[in-house]
């Protein structure tokens, strides 16, 4: 993404990119992104403008993760759904949607032009905010997006922020995340929120179902995860499993239970500082 001299905003798209040919997908890409660096923490979040395609590829995904969610989803995440009503016909604004959460667990949303540091992402899940974007993947594809849109960051973690179970931890991995000093001991913070609150499993009546974010956003990997290589909850080797964003996790790591989930990641999340870290670093290199 650049700024030009004129203040307007360019948003690089790989040639891979769905929308890569469609110019009139990017410019609203860039318009957007426009929305969201000139937006000041505080005030409304500004309105984008969808369109009637826009609204279709929402009512058309939301109805199909509907069906899977039932299926994979664990029932924290469905009962949170249910509380948090998102519209189904078209996508909901930023503004509405922490409306909607302030309510339930406090959450609001901070709009997002890109890719937020790490730093600055996790951090301000402490204060209850949650970092998004705002655009939604390219209509000829509307089950498949490259990147997070506002499918993943909605349907994914909206719903999920409804909880206050799940909200907790996310404000616990925000206050690790400004609790630890080094760069390598941020990378394992936040690596463990990859392998959990991105990309978890959770044993539940017995079979793995699925409360990450990732994968409950996900049309394709929701039907796969259950046969990837799953793993007890592990600490270690959570904060130091390299992960490719561009693919389906072939690792996934798996609770027993969510009050194991809250007591192995959400006690690690609470009292980790850059000793622990190192700690954890050493042990997994023995």
């Known amino acids: 993404m650049a700024t030009k001299d004129d203040g307007s905003v360019v948003v690089e798209l790989a040639t891979s990119h769905p929308g890569f040919a469609d110019a009139v997908y990017r410019q609203?890409?860039?318009?957007?992104?426009?929305?969201?660096?000139?937006?000041t923490p505080g005030d409304p979040i500004p309105t984008a403008e969808y369109t009637d395609e826009e609204h279709q590829v929402w009512a058309l995904v939301t109805k199909e993760l509907a069906v899977k969610h039932r299926k994979y989803a664990v029932r924290e995440f469905l009962d949170a759904t249910g509380r948090l009503g998102l519209p189904q016909d078209r996508i909901p604004q930023l503004q509405e949607v922490g409306d909607l959460l302030e309510p339930l667990t406090?959450?609001?949303y901070l709009p997002a032009a890109?890719?937020?540091?790490?730093?600055?992402?996790?951090?301000?899940?402490?204060?209850?905010?949650?970092?998004?974007?705002q655009y939604i993947r390219h209509h000829s594809v509307?089950?498949?997006?490259?990147?997070?849109?506002?499918?993943?960051?909605?349907?994914?973690h909206?719903?999920?922020?409804?909880?206050?179970?799940?909200?907790?931890?996310?404000?616990?991995?925000?206050?690790?995340?400004?609790?630890?000093?080094?760069?390598?001991?941020?990378?394992?913070?936040?690596?463990?929120?990859?392998?959990?609150?991105?990309?978890?499993?959770m044993r539940e009546d017995g079979e793995p179902r699925a409360y990450g974010a990732g994968i409950l956003s996900s049309y394709g990997e929701i039907e796969e995860f259950r046969g990837m290589d799953i793993r007890p909850l592990d600490l270690a080797a959570m904060g130091t499993t390299h992960y490719d964003i561009t693919k389906y996790q072939e690792v996934l790591f798996e609770a027993a239970s969510f009050d194991h989930l809250e007591d192995t990641v959400g006690a690690f999340w609470d009292t980790c500082d850059?000793?622990?870290?190192?700690?954890?670093?050493?042990?997994?290199?023995?």
């Not at 850059?274 to 023995?286: F, K």
């Open 158 to 201: 909206a719903n999920t922020l409804a909880s206050p179970r799940f909200a907790a931890l996310y404000r616990a991995a925000g206050r690790a995340a400004r609790q630890v000093e080094t760069d390598a001991a941020l990378e394992f913070v936040s690596k463990v929120f990859w392998f959990t609150l991105e990309f978890g499993v």
């Open 114 to 133: 890109g890719l937020v540091p790490l730093r600055e992402f996790y951090g301000v899940l402490a204060d209850g905010l949650f970092h998004s974007t």
């Open 142 to 156: 509307p089950l498949y997006t490259p990147e997070p849109d506002v499918v993943h960051e909605v349907i994914g």
């Open 274 to 286: 850059d000793d622990t870290v190192a700690r954890l670093l050493a042990a997994s290199s023995v």
């Open 28 to 39: 609203r890409r860039n318009a957007i992104a426009a929305l969201a660096l000139g937006h």
């Open 106 to 108: 406090g959450f609001r």
